[in-house]
């Protein structure tokens, strides 16, 4: 298999139905089970997997930060992923985009979201600008 790495930007929409009919492709592959004949058993499609690395700017009111942060990354560590060489590459994004390390926060609220079968790394976090003391979100 071959594996193609790539950025999107786009109207959200769009770009998930684009990446939704790509996904659903059913293409040509070699593949030869043991035991199996060569001319015979080796002609197989496949589906083509998208399986998305992304990037995400959350913005929400500064005073509901430990609820939406728990939200997000829960009780583990936010800056850190499960792939400890990939530490390195995110502290570069985090440079590149001039945020912070995600900060400590109280982790004892969150809204009732389902996050299964995903991973949510922290890469950073930025305040806001303020006018006259109100936030400009």
């Known amino acids: 298999m071959a594996h193609l790495y790539l950025m999107t930007r786009g109207v959200d929409r769009f770009v ?3 990446f939704n009919q790509l996904g659903s492709l059913w293409v040509p592959h070699k593949w030869l089970p043991p035991g199996g004949k060569k001319g015979v058993d080796d002609k197989r499609v496949t589906r083509i997997h998208v399986r998305p690395i992304q990037i995400h700017e959350i913005v929400y009111p500064r005073e509901d930060r430990d ?3 728990t939200t997000i990354l829960g009780k583990t560590q936010p ?3 499960q792939h400890k060489k990939h530490n390195k590459f995110i502290w570069a994004i985090r440079k590149a985009l001039g945020v912070k390390e995600v900060g400590e926060y109280d982790d004892k609220v969150s809204y ?3 996050k299964s079968h995903i991973e949510m790394i922290g890469i ?3 305040d806001d600008y303020e006018i006259d003391g109100y936030e400009q979100i």
């Open 16 to 18: 998930k139905d684009f």
């Open 67 to 69: 609820k939406v942060l």
């Open 79 to 81: 800056n850190v992923t």
């Open 112 to 114: 009732p979201i389902d």
């Open 124 to 126: 950073g976090e930025k």
